[in-house]
């Protein structure tokens, strides 16, 4: 994994060679952190200072790596906003990289790398792998609620079964079964869970468009039952990227993926740690610099991008 610091002088820890503090540039798409909307103070000031002193990215491979990608220090800019829902990894994604494809490309590229990995992992790497996906999307609801208060599961219904589905819940209300009961009991017997590699690409690849195969359906309980069902009748729900698509992003395009967090003062955290850099390294080798997504700590769904300039 590539090294990544962040010091008041813009230099390595531990006696690497001083770099300089990266220029000011007139970057078109910056904005300034105090104009981001939803910021804490604290976040603000402390994304501020990082601006200003630079981050300094080391690639993993040393001296073998090109002269030009071994160290080289950012300052990082917020890119303005994109779309908070399910394809904001994609949309920030594709304003960070400066790449030339639509957000749909680039979820398509996403998916098939991840297929193709999948594929080649061992029995115990793919159950660890399906062991992650079931935990994130289809939880066990007998346990779990020490840390959570509310758990959701997701499904896929196929389109082409919209009207059958409808059909089957409104028999069981009429033999009198409340509707959200009814909708539940027939979207987990007839619809994918989405507990595996392979249910995972299903799901990953729907983009809310209305060429998706899939519509998503989100059930959330709590500990004494269910609360709720998202039919997403009018299919615009998309998946949001998770963990396992940024792993598969950077692997498409060798280059690791830093999720900037910025955590508010409901984190409980000094100012001076309240900025986390999460790296997601290719399952490959690192042919390109970093690409930088913003999270805000208080909302913790949205990715936003991060224009970086050497």
Known sequence: MGKLYCHSSGVGIGGDTLLQQPTPTNEPHAVSWANVRGLEDQQVRRLTKIQQRGVLWKHPEGDSAPAATRSIVFRLSHDGEVEADGNCLFNASVKSMR???????????????????????TVAEREAVDSEIKHMYSPDLESGWGVHDIQELKLLARKVDRDSLDSAI????????????????????????????????????????????????????????????????????????????????????????????????????????????????????????????????TDGVALEPITMSP
């Open 99 to 121: 790449c030339n494809l639509d957000a749909r490309e680039l979820r398509r590229r996403t998916v098939k790398r991840f297929l193709e990995d999948l594929a080649s992992l």
């Open 170 to 297: 409104a028999e069981l209300v009429g033999l009198g079964i409340p509707r959200e009961l009814a909708a539940e009991s027939i979207y987990r017997e007839r619809c994918i869970a989405v507990d595996d590699g392979s249910s995972w690409a299903k799901y990953m690849a729907t983009s809310g468009s209305k060429d998706d195969e899939y519509h998503i359906i989100a059930m959330q309980y709590s500990e004494w039952g269910l609360l709720s069902v998202d039919e997403n009748r009018d299919g615009h729900a998309a998946a949001f990227g998770d963990d396992l698509a940024i792993l598969s992003l950077a692997t498409e395009f060798k280059r690791e993926v830093f999720v900037v967090q910025a955590h508010g003062l409901d984190a409980m955290v000094e100012e001076e740690n309240c900025v986390f850099f999460l790296p997601h390294r290719p399952r490959g080798p690192i042919c390109e610099p970093p690409v930088f997504l913003f999270m805000k700590g």
